[in-house]
């Protein structure tokens, strides 16, 4: 799936809308820090060093701070520097950084199903997020199927079931505190035999006890290598971007866990914390497969790096 075939017509529309009005509260607080930032066609240490500052306060990181600033050192402007021009090499030097990250989820697996575990800590919007990715390969035409493997909390197995008879896909669940590898175990033998493309199971949030957890996978894991050698195919971290640095700590510790191949980055709408993004691309470099800007269940979609860069930089 391309983010061109995501963002066509009338749809493409909307959610280029939605991506404008979830990351306006990001690019006015990165415009506003930058405000009054003005030079010759060079600009000097100190103005650098107060650029290198707003975008570090406007959860870029330092990282992408300090490319940004050396690609501005590198910078003679035409005329004396302003803001748009300023933002100009910022949103070039953004789109360089997210380029190489924006990668859509694909179904490739073979043989079927693809199996992709769905990680991220409690309150993430990790449950929402299943069923949004559900929905963006139904769209595709793929079959889907959903396994309730946070079986730690019940409202997680109901609130995967109401979405799972809202979409018309199939689920396999199974009773509060019941042992997920057993019923991931089940899932995946159920996808294989109904011939399912997509498998996506969601798993337990609890970083309380890191030892508990990655021993939780390690057991789905193995339960899977047994029926399929190439599963899980995908580990996705859903990330709640409200959460800032914090988002880019989770990274860290699900790195550790669970072998996070790639990650989601969800409640972009509204926050102006959507720096995080970039910060996340340029520090771990992992696939960003989607993001989500909104409530409704087609408010998840891959990005456009080179328009999502001028859309955080605020001249898209």
Do not use: C
């Amino acid at each position: 799936m391309s983010e061109d075939s995501a963002t066509t017509g009338a749809a493409g529309d909307a959610w280029s809308d939605r991506l404008f009005g979830g990351f306006r509260k990001t690019s006015e607080r990165l415009t506003g820090n930058l405000a009054g930032i003005v030079g010759k066609t060079r600009l000097d240490d100190a103005q650098l060093d107060d650029i290198e500052d707003a975008l570090i306060m406007s959860d870029l990181g330092p990282r992408a701070a300090a490319r940004i600033r050396e690609r501005l050192a590198e910078e003679r402007f035409e005329r004396d520097a302003d803001e748009r021009a300023i933002m100009e090499v910022v949103a070039r030097e953004i789109a360089e950084i997210l380029r190489p990250v924006a990668k859509p989820l694909d179904v490739v697996a073979f043989p079927r199903p693809q199996v992709i575990l769905v990680i991220g800590v409690n309150g993430s919007g990790k449950t929402t997020t299943i069923a949004k990715l559900a929905h963006l390969f139904q769209e595709q035409d793929y079959s889907v199927m959903l396994a309730a493997g946070d079986t730690f909390r019940a409202a997680a197995i109901g609130q995967l079931g109401v979405w799972a008879e809202r979409l018309s896909i199939p689920i396999v669940k199974g009773p509060e505190g019941g042992d997920p590898a057993s019923i991931v175990f089940d899932a995946v033998k159920a996808a294989t035999d109904q011939g399912i493309d997509a498998l996506i199971v969601d798993t337990a949030g609890r970083l309380q006890n890191k030892r508990e957890l990655m021993d939780e996978l390690a057991k789905i894991r193995r339960v899977l290598g047994r029926l399929n050698p190439e599963a899980p195919h995908d580990v996705v971290l859903v990330l709640d971007a409200t959460n800032g640095q914090n988002a880019l700590s989770q990274i860290e510790i699900f790195k550790e866990v669970a072998g996070v191949s790639g990650l989601i980055m969800t409640k972009l709408d509204g926050t102006a914390r959507g720096g995080v993004l970039v910060a996340a691309a340029e520090q771990y470099g992992l696939p960003i497969h989607a993001i989500g800007v909104g409530e409704k269940i087609d408010d998840l979609r891959p990005f456009n790096p080179d328009l999502l860069a001028r859309v955080i930089a605020g001249i898209a």
